[in-house]
C-alpha cells in the first residue's frame, strides 16, 4: 500500500524527501496566501463581492490547515507531546478561531508557522571552496534566516497591532493593515519619521515594546555576520 502511515510521517516530518520538500512548500504557500487574504480584508473599501471571495479563501485553506492538523497527530509518536508543543498550539490557534467566533481574531497567529521553514536549510547545499564572506554567512545563515524570519514576523504583528489599537481613533492614516505596515517599518528599525504616530494610550504602549524589540531586530542580525566573520578569518589561518 503505498499510502500509509510511515509515508504520510515522513511527508509531514522530512523535509529532506521529495514528498516532505514538495508538502512543506505547499503549506507556506497557504500560509501567505492567507495572511494576505486576512491584509486585504481590513481595507474598508471592499465591496460586498470581494469579501465574499476572501471568505471562501479563508474556508478552504482552514479546511486544509484542519485536515493537516489532524493527520500530525494521528501520526504523532506522542500525540499529546505533539498538541502541547510550541508548534502545535499554533496550528490549533490558526484554525480554532475559524469554528469559534469570537471577538478575537487569531489567523495572525499563522504567521508563526512559517518558523517550520527554517527546517528546510539542511537542504541547502554550500560550496565549501568560497570567499571569506560567503563562510561567514554559511556559518551564520541558520541563525540569519531565523533572525530575518522573526524579523518579517514581528513586522506583520507590529502593523496589525497598531491598526487595532489605532484605527478607530485614525481612520485615515491606520485605515488597513497595508496603511499601518509604513508606521512597523519606521517603528522597528527605530527610524519614526514621525508623519504617522499613535494617539491612543493602548497605541502609546504597544509602541514602546515595539521600539524596544526593533532594537534587538536590528543588532542581532549585525552581531550574527560579526561574529560569523571573526570566525571565518580564524579558519583561513
Not at 71 to 86: E, G, M, N, P, Q
Not at 94 to 104: D, E, S
Not at 178 to 206: C, E, N, Q, R
Request: overall charge positive; aromatic content about 12%.
Amino acid at each position: 500500500m503505498l499510502i500509509n502511515r510511515d509515508n504520510i510521517k515522513r511527508m509531514l516530518e522530512n523535509p529532506d524527501h521529495i514528498s516532505g520538500k514538495c508538502f512543506v512548500v505547499f503549506i507556506q504557500f497557504l500560509i501567505i496566501v492567507s495572511l494576505i487574504t486576512f491584509s486585504i480584508d481590513t481595507l474598508p473599501e471592499l465591496s460586498s463581492e470581494d469579501r465574499k471571495l476572501l471568505n471562501i479563501i479563508e474556508g478552504i485553506t482552514v479546511f486544509i490547515f484542519t485536515i493537516e492538523y489532524i493527520t500530525r497527530i494521528v501520526v504523532a509518536d506522542h500525540k499529546l507531546r505533539f498538541i502541547f508543543s510550541f508548534f502545535g498550539l499554533v496550528d490549533l490557534l490558526a484554525i480554532l478561531p475559524y469554528y469559534i467566533v469570537t471577538g478575537l481574531d487569531l489567523r495572525t497567529v499563522r504567521i508563526f508557522r512559517l518558523l517550520r521553514l527554517v527546517r528546510i536549510l539542511k537542504l541547502l547545499k554550500y560550496n565549501k571552496a568560497i570567499k571569506r564572506f560567503q563562510r561567514a554567512i554559511s556559518i551564520a545563515k541558520e541563525e540569519l534566516i531565523l533572525s530575518a524570519a522573526v524579523a518579517l514576523i514581528m513586522l506583520y504583528l507590529s502593523s496589525v497591532g497598531i491598526y487595532y489599537f489605532e484605527n478607530e481613533a485614525q481612520p485615515e492614516q491606520f485605515k488597513s493593515v497595508f496603511h499601518s505596515l509604513w508606521w512597523a517599518i519606521t517603528t522597528l528599525t527605530t527610524v519614526g519619521y514621525g508623519d504617522m504616530y499613535p494617539v491612543t494610550a493602548g497605541g502609546k504602549f504597544f509602541t514602546f515594546f515595539v521600539l524596544i524589540i526593533g532594537l534587538g531586530v536590528v543588532a542581532v542580525p549585525t552581531g550574527l555576520v560579526a561574529s560569523a566573520l571573526t570566525q571565518a578569518r580564524k579558519e583561513e589561518k
